[in-house]
């Protein structure tokens, strides 16, 4: 069974938590949107302009299916994964691990000029609503939450670590 799964919106440090959690961890590191591009051939920002939102979440749903059947270590979910109820399911019973941001410092990581394709027009306001949409499934899907404002990602990871499931 995966040992992490890491959640949050973008900007709140699954990628990169995700490889140092891995790390201490000794285990591996998968991240569902690496697996996307993989099958796709192409980077998500391709996938959602030339395919569509539909088919990325499509191909995210199977990527988060496969990854939570086949790996073992720490995983890092897609943002929006977790909108999908077949997804939510297979989660249960997971570790799962809320990285919480505010906006301030989730725009500073994402960068306004971004690729990431959900925020394309008015990327501020569109952080900020994707965020307060998302923040209540994000909340009850978590079994640990780490607010990850002003902080470090190794001490992000080792609080991951002292708060994880023997």
């Given at each position: 069974m995966t040992r992490a799964v890491l959640i949050g919106p973008p900007g709140s440090g699954k990628t990169t938590v995700g490889r140092l959690l891995a790390e201490r961890l000794g285990v591996g590191f998968r991240d569902t949107d690496a697996d996307v591009e993989a099958v796709a051939g192409k980077p998500v920002s391709d996938i959602f302009v030339e395919d569509g939102e539909e088919r990325f979440r499509e191909l995210e749903r199977e990527a988060v299916r496969r990854a939570l059947a086949e790996h073992e270590g720490v995983l890092s979910l897609g943002g929006g994964a977790v909108l999908n109820e077949e997804t939510q399911a297979l989660l249960a019973g997971h570790t799962v691990v809320y990285l919480q941001v505010g906006l301030a410092d989730a725009v500073q990581r994402v960068g306004l000029a971004s690729a990431r394709p959900?925020?394309?027009?008015?990327?501020?306001?569109?952080?900020?609503?994707?965020?307060?949409?998302?923040?209540?499934?994000?909340?009850?899907?978590?079994?640990?939450?780490?607010?990850?404002?002003?902080?470090?990602?190794?001490?992000?990871?080792?609080?991951?670590?002292?708060?994880?499931?023997?």
């Amino acid at each position: 069974m995966t040992r992490a799964v890491l959640i949050g919106p973008p900007g709140s440090g699954k990628t990169t938590v995700g490889r140092l959690l891995a790390e201490r961890l000794g285990v591996g590191f998968r991240d569902t949107d690496a697996d996307v591009e993989a099958v796709a051939g192409k980077p998500v920002s391709d996938i959602f302009v030339e395919d569509g939102e539909e088919r990325f979440r499509e191909l995210e749903r199977e990527a988060v299916r496969r990854a939570l059947a086949e790996h073992e270590g720490v995983l890092s979910l897609g943002g929006g994964a977790v909108l999908n109820e077949e997804t939510q399911a297979l989660l249960a019973g997971h570790t799962v691990v809320y990285l919480q941001v505010g906006l301030a410092d989730a725009v500073q990581r994402v960068g306004l000029a971004s690729a990431r394709p959900l925020l394309v027009l008015n990327p501020r306001s569109q952080l900020k609503r994707l965020m307060e949409e998302r923040r209540p499934v994000y909340e009850r899907l978590a079994v640990l939450t780490v607010e990850t404002d002003k902080r470090e990602p190794a001490e992000l990871a080792d609080e991951i670590v002292k708060g994880l499931p023997a």
